[in-house]
């Protein structure tokens, strides 16, 4: 089409728009099916299966919330560690409340509500587009959010997924901050952040970033958004007491090894499962052709990078895994849905055809089995039922270590449930120490897992069963 002016706009031919639309709808398409499929094994097991590591610990807060009990205590009357943060187990736990009995809401409807909190995140993804960009275009980036990357993270009982929604709210009210500054938008940064925070600790790490170009805005707007998170921090130590949060969420944590090889396992992880949007980012920064940055570009930018640096090292401890990463992962997706309409056309068009590529790949390497899978592992929840039903049987007090056969949903009348244990917990003043309670005979029935056998006194028990490797013991007469 010839315009006034003489110049030539070029269109791609029909055949190369047909193949470039059908590649962003077979990406999207992939991606759902995989999370399809894994969601409906979570429910055909009713939730009962763990998805993700540490489970133990937010699943059993969830419940303890839910029905009336403290979730952070000194462990003088359980040596149990509510390792995340407050927002988690508060929302879940009243959450989960509203439809009845907490052992049986908990592990179902914690997982349904994790998966709606998943969409809260696309569709915040999906607000935070540049108008100008395609929908099918922004759709495809903002359907991400169910992407292998985030796999079955997206159904777990844990926090990440509601810190990620918040993450991305701050962002999208940072963005908006920098083109209209106000000190109810430096607030409402402040206010955002504390709510990702108050999920999961680690989100807090925007926080420099933030408060640096809100500084550069205006003084008195960065005294509002740091008001606003110093009374977030501080809020917890008052409703929960100082120690009893204190020892939970900072003081046995604070001990965690770091392993050079865990950081480096997880960030080729992250890299590898999140290709397709790193690209995108990649191609965004780099293909952009204004010149002069836009407003929140810079900021998005040293946010990413300051992430990546910070979570390299987070991602170091003991047990962790790439899902520390998701920060990240959020900041890309909402820089590349937010600047890609700003480079040209071409480059737009390949920077997508590229993620969805990658992306279909990556649905294709779990359909196909190669890596990854789409059905949980049956065998963990049969030896917990059959385990269960023997220790519900066994005369109380009890004892019961273990992720899965510990929960309340599984054991019934249960003294101590070990979930998450670390020994610094037992270092706290006048912590129950669960090995010195077995060794003097405290417990009429003891049920551990074969890591932990080797560190108790098992003179006074004798063994009664062995299941998997769940060991089942009584006390000698």
């Known amino acids: 089409m010839t315009e006034l002016t003489g110049r030539v706009h070029r269109t791609p ?3 190369i728009a047909f193949f470039y639309w059908t590649l962003l709808l077979a990406a999207s398409g992939c991606t759902l099916l995989v999370f399809c499929l894994r969601f409906w094994s979570v429910l055909r097991f009713h939730g ?3 998805t993700g590591g540490v489970e133990g610990s937010g699943s059993f807060g969830v419940f303890e919330v839910c029905a009336g009990q403290p979730v952070y205590h000194d462990f003088t009357q359980s040596p149990n560690i509510a390792v995340f943060n407050f927002v988690f187990y508060e929302f879940y736990g009243l959450a989960v409340r509203l439809f009845g009995s907490c052992s049986v809401a908990t592990p179902l409807f914690g997982r349904l509500l994790t998966v709606a909190l998943l969409a809260c995140l696309s569709i915040v993804i999906f607000i935070a587009r540049d108008r100008r960009l395609h929908p099918i275009e922004a759709a495809t980036i903002a359907i991400g959010a169910f992407s292998p990357y985030v796999g079955w993270w997206a159904f777990g009982l844990r926090p990440d997924i509601g810190a990620a929604v918040f993450l991305a709210l701050c962002l999208v009210m940072m963005i908006f901050y920098l083109r209209n500054p106000t000190a109810l938008a430096a607030m409402a940064v402040g206010f955002f952040l504390v709510c990702a925070w108050g999920f999961k600790q680690p989100f807090a790490f925007a926080g420099p970033v933030l408060l640096w170009f809100i500084l550069r805005k205006n003084f008195r707007h960065a005294l509002a958004f740091a008001i ?11 409703i929960f007491g100082v120690k009893p949060y204190y020892l939970s969420t900072v003081y046995v944590l604070a001990g965690e090894p770091l392993i050079a090889r865990t ?3 997880n960030f080729m992880s992250f890299i590898a499962k999140a290709s397709p949007i790193l690209v995108l980012t990649a191609v965004t920064v780099s293909g952009c052709r204004e010149k002069r940055p836009c407003v929140g570009q810079d900021f998005l930018i040293l946010l990413l990078i300051f992430s990546l640096v910070v979570f390299v090292v987070a991602s170091a401890n003991f047990g962790a895994a790439d899902n520390y990463y998701l920060p990240s992962f959020v900041i890309a997706s909402v820089f590349s849905i937010k600047y890609l309409q700003r480079c040209g056309l071409w480059v737009r ?5 590229a993620y969805s590529v990658l992306s279909v790949a990556s649905a294709l390497v779990i359909l196909t089995g190669f890596y990854g899978n789409i059905a949980l592992p049956l065998s963990d929840l049969r030896t917990s039922e059959k385990a269960a039903a023997e220790i519900n049987r066994m005369a109380p007090p009890k004892l019961v270590w273990g992720e899965i056969i510990a929960l309340p949903w599984f054991t019934k009348n249960v003294e101590t449930r070990i979930l998450w244990y670390r ?3 037992q270092t ?3 912590g129950i120490d669960p090995r010195k309670n077995v060794a003097a005979g405290h417990y009429q029935t003891v049920v551990l897992p074969t890591h932990a056998q080797r560190s108790f006194d098992l003179s006074r028990y004798r063994l009664t069963d062995r299941i998997e490797n769940i060991q089942i013991y009584a006390r000698r007469r």
């Open 13 to 15: 031919g029909i055949g």
């Open 48 to 50: 009962l299966i763990p």
């Open 228 to 238: 606003v998170a110093v009374v977030g921090v501080i809020t917890p130590f008052i």
């Open 263 to 265: 950081a480096l396992s």
């Open 349 to 353: 068009r390949f920077a997508m055809a």
């Open 423 to 425: 020994e610094a917990a």
């Open 428 to 430: 706290a003043k006048g």
